[in-house]
């Protein structure tokens, strides 16, 4: 069943500017496994094939540019990579491949590991390959994170730039990843001081609270108790508080790394969100579940550690919640499947922190985006552009407020209703006028 929303004619011919664009960022991808197979490529290699990444992307603002701003429905749900034709499959598997690499045969890019290292020594003093020979992956794997948020932000920015909310939005999560997930993590380590990414809060950051971290920062100092007095007061005082006044939005969508990478690597796919009231119910089982694996993983670790209660299979359980939630699902299928299955299927399905940001946001939030269902023309962009599958029509042709548990606050449904419909608005929660 068509779930686009749209009526959508024949494809015509692609702009030069995105055919050259496609053909730039395939030479890009394809160097890169050249410097992946090769017994001992050139540093230089790299810095091209990133170099030619970065171009592309600019030169695919043209089009963009020359065009009035917002989203256009330019045969956005025929084409192949927005539409989960070949090309959208082609960069799923591509993209899906390189998690599979990096989570689970790091070794296998070693040659990219060492070609960011000395950037990873120059911040943080550290190398990523041991003394015997090992390498670690997870500086790489910030590097090219925090590149494709800035990279893809500016993108975001031309594409939104008639609205002022969705520029300092995106310019919010640009900072966020390079300073507070990147560049200060890896200067903490310079300074011999654990390495803290201070925007992901449990139990986005799941291990933050088992007992080994947790003895680990109080037996750090007086930085080492900063970071667990920030990590428990985050979950307890900041996330309540500002999700009451300001709903998920403050986190989803403007601090979160996860959440940055979907506004703007995402971006181009967010239509591709279902719609489907299955995959709501299936969204409130998923996500709700993660949530109670998380709290029985983390109670059963220190039930272990406390009273040596439970043993090893306190372990086996930490170590299959990351396999399974850590590894899999936020990062393989998160976001090496956002061509197919749309940017936040990770927030949307499987984000413990979402969860409970959905809970307050839903029950005891301010926050609400109000519709003046008068003036609404059923045209269905904001439901299409919803990148948590919310049917946001519906409530806009009733004119009811949407207060779902899910809504990231992004507001780009209101960026894109021709009719200035939808408004993010807070107040008093009783004033929400809702179904029930
Ligand atoms: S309802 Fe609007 S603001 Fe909320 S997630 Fe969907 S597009 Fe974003
Ligand atoms: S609220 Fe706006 S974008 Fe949504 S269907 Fe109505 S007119 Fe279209």
Known sequence: MDQSLQLVGEHPPLPLATKASAAAASLAA??????????????????????????????????????PAGIKNHYIMSASSTRRGVAAWAMGVFMTGFYVLLYFYPATLRNLIVWVDPIKIAISGESAIGSDGSVSQWFLYGFLYTVAVLVMGVRAIAKYRHSRYQIIRTLSVMFFQLGFAFLIPNIMLALNQPYYEWTNIWPLRYYEMFPSEVTHLANSGTVGI???????????II????????????????VCGCGGLAETLGDPFRQNSSKTLASWKLER??????LVFVFVTTGMLWANHLWGFLGSASGSFAKAYGFLIGAIFSGVIGTGFYPIFGSRVWCRFGCPMAAILGIIQRFFSRF?????????????NCSTYCEM????????????????????GCGVCS??????????????????????
């Open 30 to 67: 394809l160097g890169f496994v050249v410097m992946v197979l090769s017994p001992n490529p050139p540093a230089s290699l790299g810095w091209i094939c990133l170099a030619v990444l970065i171009v592309s992307v600019l030169v695919s603002l043209r089009p963009i540019l020359s065009e």
């Open 226 to 236: 900063t970071m667990l007095a920030w990590g428990i007061g985050s979950i307890l």
């Open 239 to 254: 996330t309540p508080v500002l999700t009451y006044f300001f709903g998920k939005r403050w986190y989803c969508s403007w």
């Open 285 to 290: 089982w998923l996500i709700y579940s993660v």
């Open 368 to 380: 609400r985006i109000t519709t003046n269902g008068g003036q609404c023309i059923s045209c269905g």
């Open 389 to 408: 599958g919310i049917d946001v029509r519906w409530y806009a042709q009733r004119g009811q407020d949407i207060v779902r548990a899910s809504c990231v």
């Open 415 to 436: 960026s894109v209703c021709p009719r200035g419909v939808l408004h993010l608005e807070t107040g008093p929660t009783s004033t929400r006028r809702m179904v029930v």
